[in-house]
């Protein structure tokens, strides 16, 4: 699986994920953080984290999957990079920033991770003087969304003032293996790749009995909803990004999971981007008829997996009920066809589906992942069953700091592929939710408006989920429209004015960054509840 983003790599898609990250330097020694105490902080904790030092080795001709090794050559100041925002520096500039430095691709002959530390944030409404931002970069490759926070964790303590950790960095260069080893390396593999595949459908067998039995039995079933209609952002991408989130409370996304029996946080998540996705394709007139899916990633990583690199996920499909207009209505149905996709899921076995990718055999991934691209499979209605992805990643429920700064608020950003031309990432932290997303700037080139949707979409669940009559569902405006007739109402003012104190609760409802002064979400002090 890893081998399988190496392969699907191109100029068009780099395969990397990453974060905005901002941070409040109140908590730092006098209150102010430099670049070279950022340098000394990440020095003084690479021994906490695999994935900064190691760098891929290709095989030549692509014959046996990637090695990691311990870069001979590495450099943290290649890593960790550092600009500014030119004025105003508001919101809306550091969406853009990001969307062009997650554009471009990681150097794959270094350990595959950048930082960007980003000041001059003094406009971004809500937030105070001084704050600045982290713009991470790592390739898909070596982690997944659990792994990840792994990396957190590395690159954040949960003090201010908390000591670099004990004891010597014992970490050790490696040789970067000649070609003649590497082709030695991958004719072992290939000789041993046949009893692997063996053993791989052992394993597989029992969960696919499994399915077919509890399909016999009805315990789920197999339907045409799975597999979505093709909609703008289902064909080949560009090389250009986008990159834009609303922040919610979490205290009220569980309010809203007990709108519908038995539904989860997961399937409010899914149930808002499905409202989102309907406004925004009704408002082009593009809006299918059935409903659109998403693919929403399973973390299968086991305990003593978690410090591992790498991904151990598997997928699920799960669809957005994008039909129905009903809010209330959209998350039962939701619930209901996650359920019975869990269930697929787990009688196949989520793990097993994980192992079989370990099987196949390199060459022939990496060459089928180039045709894909290089024929445009992609526009000619060859790819992904689902229309976008979810990927819900928990982050931490406490304030977390990185070289003395508390983190404010956390946005994930994720890579796209052909076929496949917008992406959301679902992320908590202390009582705050972000829902972001990623997206091609020609199959979106109206970002804020498809924020203004998502808003909309959660507002709406909520006021309904709250006993309150949903209004009629209107036909969103279109992003022209929109600047002119969506100014800020009072409550969101009333809700974005500690500006002194900007990790105080906010007082209900979304914070969004629309309009023409952006507003990243602001995380609350104190322990979740979840």
């Keep these: 699986m890893d081998a399988s983003f190496v392969a699907l790599e191109t100029r068009n ?62 450099d943290l100041e290649y890593h960790v990079r550092h600009v500014a925002l030119p004025a105003p520096g508001d919101w809306r500039q550091l969406c853009i920033q990001a969307a062009r430095i997650f554009a471009r691709p990681l150097d794959l002959d270094r350990p595959p991770w950048e930082f960007t530390v980003v000041e001059g944030l003094d406009n971004v409404e809500g937030l105070p003087k001084g704050c600045y931002a982290y713009i991470t970069k790592v390739h898909h490759a070596a982690i997944d969304g659990m792994s990840g926070i792994d990396l957190m964790e590395a690159t954040h303590t949960l003090r201010p003032d908390e000591p670099p950790p004990p004891g010597p960095d014992e970490w050790k260069p490696e040789k970067v293996p000649n070609p003649i080893e590497l082709l030695g390396k991958s004719y072992f593999n290939a000789i041993a790749n046949p009893l692997k595949q063996i ?169 089928g992942a180039q045709l894909y691209t290089r024929l445009s499979l992609a526009n000619r209605g060859v790819g992904p069953i689902f229309t976008t992805v979810v990927t819900n990643v928990p982050g931490p429920p406490v304030p977390i700091y990185s070289a003395g700064a508390r983190l404010e608020s956390m946005m994930g950003l994720i890579c796209l592929t052909d076929g496949m031309g917008l992406a959301h990432v679902v992320q908590s932290y202390t009582k705050e939710a972000t829902i972001a ?64 104190k900007p990790s105080e609760p906010a007082k209900g409802g979304t914070k969004t960054s629309t309009g023409r002064s952006k507003k990243p979400a602001q995380p609350l002090k104190g322990p979740t509840t979840e």
């Design 13 to 74: 898609s780099p395969m990397h994920i990453g974060s905005i990250l901002i941070y409040n330097p109140e908590t730092a020694p006098d209150g102010f953080v430099r670049f070279k105490d950022i340098l000394a902080f990440f020095e003084s904790r690479l021994q906490l984290s695999k994935t900064m030092r190691q760098r891929m080795v290709r095989v030549p001709f692509d014959l046996d999957y990637p090695y990691w090794i311990e870069d001979p050559d590495f």
């Design 199 to 367: 053993e791989v459908a052992a394993k597989a067998a029992p969960g696919l009995a499994k399915a077919l039995r509890g399909l016999a039995a009805k315990e789920f079933d197999v339907s045409t909803e799975m597999i979505a209609p093709k909609t703008r952002f289902n064909r080949k991408i560009s090389p250009h990004r986008v990159v834009e989130g609303v922040s919610v409370p979490l205290a009220d996304i569980k309010t809203i999971r007990g709108a519908a029996e038995g539904a989860k946080v997961n399937d409010v998540f899914l149930a808002i981007i499905g409202g989102a996705m309907r406004r925004y394709l009704d408002s082009k007139g593009e809006l299918p008829k059935k409903s659109l899916t998403a693919m929403a990633p399973i973390s299968v990583r086991s305990t003593d997996e978690k410090n591992a690199m790498g991904n151990q996920v598997a997928a699920m499909i799960a669809p957005l009920g994008t039909q129905i207009a009903d809010p209330i209505e959209r998350l039962a149905w939701v619930h209901d066809r996650t359920t019975n996709s869990k269930a697929m899921t787990d009688a196949m076995g989520a793990r097993n589906m994980t192992e079989m990718s370990k099987v196949s055999p390199a060459l022939w991934m990496s060459l």
């Design 437 to 500: 997303f990623t997206a091609d700037r020609e199959m979106m080139d109206d970002p804020e408006f498809y924020a203004a949707c998502i808003r909309e979409s959660f507002e709406q669940l909520r006021d309904a989920a709250a006993g309150n009559a949903a209004p009629a569902e209107q036909k969103p405006a279109a992003k022209k429209s929109l600047a002119k007739s969506a100014p800020k109402k009072p409550a969101a003012k009333k809700r974005a004015a500690p500006r002194k």
